[in-house]
């Protein structure tokens, strides 16, 4: 992290949490997360979408897994031990994002996140990818995670 | 949420508490199984109410629970006999106090002529029927105040030692209430007594300020007290007399000057004196007005004597045993205690794997472990259960009410109000208990003419009891009316197509028609039972809580209504089964049987769908695993097991699945708290192995299977029978 990065972080601090997810790199807000976990073996739910790998059993509560690679429509992955699940808490429902690995906490100004550039990119892109950040030359990609489970699914009574 | 309105949710809890107190203190009057403190606990209630609502300016709530007070304290004092007429009109209140009570909470309306008349009806009780009433100006020269009897003296004896002469002190208390003070339901009365328990009391009256009758606010303030009182008591102490009212009244605490001085005499043996006369007077010539100047007596908002508060105190101390837990906080340990015993079994699993399973000291560890967890989740389970009191005291008011709509009379009788049952379960049990009660008043008992005329007591009974059978809980409501009419029931189905005109039935099925929706015997839908809703709502409800329901009846001698549930909605018995290499649960309620099919057992029916022979009949087949999607309509496979299943409404169909693994109690867990609601599937649980595994829904699959194949229609010839594997 540069000199730069770590001043602005102290000034006005976004805290993020990146990860990768095939070859590219992808961060959120760190105050959603709760925890991180390997990956184990989900059950399946009947009907759901491609991209819910299904439920696992998370201390007692029923905890939904969002395979992300398949969420950004990048190519699928084969889950295994190596695999990460970062514990996100959006709204009021908590869920699993299935993720290659995690790489790094950042803190970052704000101001450094760059909208994405208007160029031929996936709905999904779109749909998840609220900015992009410059950090020691690599691009990290900030997702939105509102809309990760999609609206057909209702929300917690 | 703010203090004041955590403190007013408390109250309003605790006066559900206090009715519940009230209502079966009355009924135990009534019934004449009262014991020594039921009245007093009886007379708690409401003083407690008419109290808490005083701090949160309930004045409908606080005038109405005052006057039905002083009804209580005629009860306590003797001046009422209890007999049947007093304490049907004490219940009548008791209904009107929690009215208001619910009035208040919901901050809704309530009915102001039910509130009039029973006041009149307590008043009347009391015989002091206008004390609360503001005269109309016209009629001054009438009025007449009632004496009021002060009753100073100390009851209990007092706590304090025998006071020592030498420390004893005179102090001169002015004590000068404010309107606010009576608005707040407190009596100077119960204060001067408070005092006399401190020492030897002296109290004089000034009522200087009291205006002529046509210009007094009957709710304002115009007495103040002189009290003299000679005891060893510091100042603070005196003060915690009047602890509650302080803000609402004026009040000058000084030591006597001269404290060897006795507090004037003279007047005091000249007040005596008149007082003497005056009472003379009065029980004289009871309508003749006291003369000017004379003392009056307190305004019309005292009761006559009331409870010592001192012995109020030291009652709620002794019962002060419970305390009151967030149901989350308890739910939360419930589910941590569901993962303990989950982690234990892992444990077991992987010592096992890893060959240590026998190793010495290891295998006694385990097994006193297991003991533990198990121990832990009754424990925990047992916290969430309550008596099914909670939900039985509300009946006898129910049937007060019936029983005067319907113009009949009747007992109820309640019975095992002690059994524990989870309370998530006893919250929905309240409506088809309502229902099936009014069922019973409205259509099980006859008016009491016909009663008699076979040779029936006139009053009707209805019973309602539980008792705990087997892990479950069984709660029955039985009435000794006519019993069900068969042949009408019969004659009903067949004319709403419910049933084939020449179905052969036996009694205990006929019986069991009521439940089938669409159906209601009642010629006119009467404004008790009918509503338009008929009792397979009940059973609906009761389907729901996994419970069953069934009903018994004997013509001429009654009908019983038996429901059977369970101990607890957080655990559910289901069948384990795997479909398609996914492990599910089936809710072992709906399953009436499971079958092996023989080969041939089946039949094709068009393209996609199949149904197979069964005792004469047909039943459609749906492959659980093609219904959910875990595989496609062709891959079925050769081997399946059959789960005969019955939905609430009573569709029959055929759920196959590949494998049973066996009956298990599960913990149920929500999966729409994270997730949302999946088709087909009720919640989830987690196994033995820590892996979740989904509950399926057997009324969405009957459904699904209903919109995804057409009707079925009949196919060839039945063969033999396939083999049962088990029959429930």
């Not at chain 1, 976990?37 to 991209?51: M, V």
């Not at chain 2, 009230?22 to 403190?37: H, Y």
């Not at chain 2, 210009?215 to 007290?225: H, N, R």
């Not at chain 2, 699904?704 to 009707?711: D, L, M, Q």
Request: aromatic fraction near 4%; proline fraction near 6%; glycine fraction near 8%.
């Amino acid at each position: 992290m540069t000199n730069d990065l770590a001043f602005a972080g102290q000034r006005q601090g976004l805290m993020l949490m990146a990860f990768r997810v095939g070859a590219q790199e992808f961060c959120i807000d760190i105050m959603t997360v709760r925890e991180l976990r390997g990956w184990t073996p989900a059950t399946a739910i009947p009907h759901a979408p491609a991209f819910v790998s299904g439920v696992i059993n998370l201390r007692g509560a029923v905890l939904p897994i969002v395979d992300l690679a398949r969420r950004l429509g990048l190519a699928e992955s084969a889950p295994s031990a190596r695999h990460v699940v970062i514990v996100a808490q959006i709204g009021s429902q908590t869920i699993g994002l299935l993720v290659d690995a995690v790489s790094d906490i950042l803190t970052v100004d704000e101001t450094l996140i760059q909208a994405t550039p208007d160029v031929a990119v996936s709905e999904q892109i779109r749909m998840f990818v609220e900015g992009l950040l410059p950090v020691e030359g690599r691009m990290i990609s900030l997702l939105n995670l509102d809309r990760v489970l999609p609206s057909n699914i209702p929300e917690a009574a | 949420m703010d203090p004041m309105a955590a403190i007013r949710e408390t109250f309003f809890v605790e006066c559900e508490e206090q009715l519940g107190e009230l209502e079966r203190g009355l009924v135990a009057l009534e019934n004449g199984t009262a014991e020594a403190d039921t009245i007093n606990a009886v007379f708690r209630a409401v003083h407690s109410i008419k109290g808490g609502g005083g701090i949160f300016a309930l004045e409908d709530l606080v005038r109405f629970a005052h006057v039905f007070e002083t009804s209580l304290d005629g009860l306590r004092s003797g001046t009422i006999e209890v007999d049947s007429a007093a304490t049907a009109i004490m219940l009548r209140a008791a209904d009107v106090l929690a009215d208001l009570v619910r009035a208040a909470r919901d901050g809704s309306g309530h009915d102001h002529g039910r509130v009039a008349s029973a006041s009149a009806e307590l008043a009347a009780l009391t015989g002091a029927a206008t004390a609360q009433a503001p005269a109309p100006v016209d009629d001054l020269d009438d009025i007449v105040f009632e004496r009021v009897q002060l009753d100073t003296t100390p009851t209990p004896a007092p706590a304090t030692p025998a006071p020592l002469p030498e420390a004893r002190r005179t102090w001169v208390i002015r004590f000068t209430p404010r309107a606010e003070m009576y608005a707040h339901a407190n009596e100077p009365g119960l204060i001067l007594r408070e005092l006399a328990r401190l020492g030897t009391i002296d109290v004089r009256l000034d009522a200087d300020a009291l205006p002529a009758l046509d210009a007094l606010d009957p709710e304002g303030a115009y007495f103040s007290w002189t009290i003299h009182i000679e005891t060893e008591c510091d100042r603070a102490q005196i003060r915690q007399a009047f602890e509650w009212v302080e803000d609402h009244c004026a009040l000058d605490i000084d030591e006597a000057t001269d404290p060897s001085a006795p507090p004037a005499t003279d007047t005091d043996e000249g007040l005596r004196a008149l007082l003497a006369r005056i009472s003379q007077e009065a029980a004289e010539a009871p309508a003749a007005a006291p003369p000017a100047g004379a003392p009056i007596p307190a305004p019309p908002a005292l009761p006559s004597a009331s409870a010592s508060p001192v012995a109020v105190t030291d009652k709620r101390a002794e019962q002060a045993t419970t305390i009151r837990v967030d149901l989350q906080r308890i739910d939360r340990l419930a589910n941590l205690v569901g993962e303990l015993v989950i982690n234990e079994a892992m444990l077991t699993q992987h010592l096992t794997a890893a060959g240590l399973a026998r190793a010495a000291g290891l295998a006694n560890t385990m097994e006193s472990l297991s003991q533990l967890t198990r121990e832990i989740q009754h424990s925990v389970m047992a916290i969430r259960a309550q008596p099914v009191r909670s939900v039985f005291q509300r009946m006898p008011r129910l049937v007060r009410e019936v029983a005067a709509m319907t113009g009949k009379t009747v007992r109820l009788i309640c019975e095992g109000e002690e059994t524990e049952i989870d309370k998530t379960v006893i919250e929905r049990l309240s409506d088809p208990l309502t229902h099936m009660i009014r069922n019973a008043i409205d259509h099980g008992l006859e008016t009491a003419q016909t009663r008699i005329e076979h040779g029936k007591p006139a009053e009707g009974t209805v019973r309602l009891s539980a008792i705990h059978r087997s892990g479950k809980i069984v709660i029955e409501v039985s009435d000794d009316g006519a019993g069900l009419d068969r042949a009408r029931i019969r004659a009903k189905a067949v004319e709403k197509g419910l049933i084939a005109a020449d179905a052969p039935l036996t009694d205990d099925e006929t019986d069991n028609l009521i439940f089938m929706p669409g159906f209601s015997t009642a010629a006119t839908l009467s404004d008790i039972s009918g509503r338009g809703v008929g009792l397979d709502v009940v059973k609906q409800s009761i389907h729901s809580l996994g419970g069953r329901i069934s009903i018994a009846s004997q013509p001429g001698r009654g009908s019983t209504f038996t429901l059977s549930l369970p101990l607890t909605l957080a655990v559910l018995d289901g069948m384990v089964v795997s479909v398609a290499g996914h492990v599910l649960v089936v809710p072992l309620g709906p399953i009436v049987e499971t079958l092996r099919p023989a080969p041939g057992q089946t039949h094709r029916l068009g393209a996609q769908s199949r149904v197979m022979a069964l005792r004469g009949g047909y039943i459609p087949i749906v492959d659980t695993g093609v219904l959910l999607g875990f595989r496609g309509q062709d891959e079925t496979p050769e081997q399946v097991v059959a789960l005969l299943v019955e939905g609430e409404n009573g569709d029959r169909i055929i759920l196959e699945v590949d494998e049973l693994q066996g009956q298990r109690q599960i913990v149920i867990k929500s999966l729409e708290a994270n997730y949302g609601a999946v088709d087909g599937i009720s919640a989830a649980t987690v196994m033995g192995d820590g892996r979740v595994a989904l509950i399926v829904d057997v009324d969405a699959l009957i459904a699904a299977s209903r919109a995804e194949i057409p009707a079925a229609g009949r196919s060839p010839t039945p063969r033999h029978e396939p083999e049962t594997l088990l029959t429930r």
